[in-house]
């Protein structure tokens, strides 16, 4: 009988190792990662949507220290600080003041300015950055020997004003602006809720269609040398499973324009997952491009903040949109 649990718990093994391999994730991790973010999210939601704004500001404060050390490691320094008080006062001004749009025009506005000034300042790389960009530098050659030479010239790379502007204001673009699009889609229509969950768990559902798909049916590779385990049976998943999230979204709180928008859910599907798989291609190309697996390790099994919700952050401009054009 011991000998007959051991077989079972070995073929078991390798059946996950293997599940892992095609995935490039721990699955149980990943899981158990996902499961306490679905639970964090859902209750601030039921609690106050003013908390799930909140929410949203600590994530984006996270995924800037991600990647201001993700940028330190080949010489590319943005302000952290500045971009935190930009940040956190732009995206909660825009929940919490009348004119909302016209808020986060401002805050975005004034961010920049404040931002490109601070990029222009003297920065000083304290000890916990040098040992943070040691750490990203040497778990990226632990687990891709590709990346060394990398890593290696981008060492190389001579500091730059004008760059670190360049990354700053691409952020500010990539991070603030599609962050406010979230922050904004929760302040019309009257339906908080139903916005979020299409905005956090649509992306977050595709990436699941896209992984189980591409795991499981992936044969035809979508884009090889930017992220070899993405496959076009991966993203038909991804286009699958967020039509079927956008249709039980629809049919709980909008069934009242079923008549009208019965079109929507499929377009939302089909947006959502090629929007999201352009995301992840967007976010896997960067890190390539500075060498390194992960923006960060924060979030186990997922990577990092950034790894998590770069699709989130694609999508939200098209939701924001569709949200304002049908009175959803």
Not at 236 to 250: E, H, N, R
């Amino acid at each position: 009988m011991t000998k007959q649990q051991d077989e079972t718990t070995a073929e078991s093994s390798a059946k996950l190792d293997d599940i892992n391999r095609k995935t490039g994730r721990n699955m149980p991790q990943a899981v158990a990662t996902a499961a306490f973010l679905i639970v964090l999210i859902v209750a601030s939601l039921l609690v106050r949507v003013d908390l799930f704004i909140w929410l949203i500001v600590v994530f984006v404060l996270l995924a800037l220290r991600e990647l201001h050390v993700s940028f330190a490691t080949v010489h590319l320094y943005i302000p952290l600080v500045a971009f935190w008080l930009c940040s956190a006062s732009t995206l909660l001004a825009t929940y919490y003041l009348p004119d909302h749009v016209l808020v986060a025009g401002v805050g975005i506005a004034v961010s920049m300015l404040a931002v490109a000034i601070s990029s222009n300042m003297r920065h000083v790389v304290g000890r916990r950055l040098k040992v943070a960009i040691e750490d990203k530098r040497n778990a990226a050659q632990s687990t891709d020997t590709s990346s060394d030479n990398k890593l290696a010239s981008n060492s190389k790379t001579s500091e730059s004003s004008l760059n670190n502007v360049a990354v700053s204001m691409f952020l500010v673009v990539y991070i603030l602006v599609l962050a406010s699009c979230i922050v904004l889609s929760e302040t019309f229509n009257g339906h908080p809720v139903a916005h979020a969950i299409m905005l956090i768990f649509l992306p977050a559902l595709s990436d699941t269609g896209g992984l189980f798909a591409g795991a499981f049916l992936g044969k035809h590779k979508l884009s090889p040398r930017i992220s070899p385990k993405k496959s076009v049976e991966g993203l038909c998943g991804s286009i699958l499973f967020a039509m079927i999230g956008a249709y039980a979204v629809f049919a709980v709180t909008y069934s009242h324009l079923w008549s009208r928008y019965w079109w929507v859910p499929i377009l939302t599907g089909v947006m959502v997952g090629i929007i999201g798989t352009f995301g992840d291609l967007s976010a896997s190309m960067l890190k390539r491009d500075m060498g390194l697996k992960d923006m960060g390790h924060l979030l186990k099994g997922h990577g990092g903040v950034i790894d998590r919700v770069d699709s989130i952050l694609l999508c939200a401009p098209f939701f924001m949109l569709l949200f304002m054009l049908t009175g959803m």
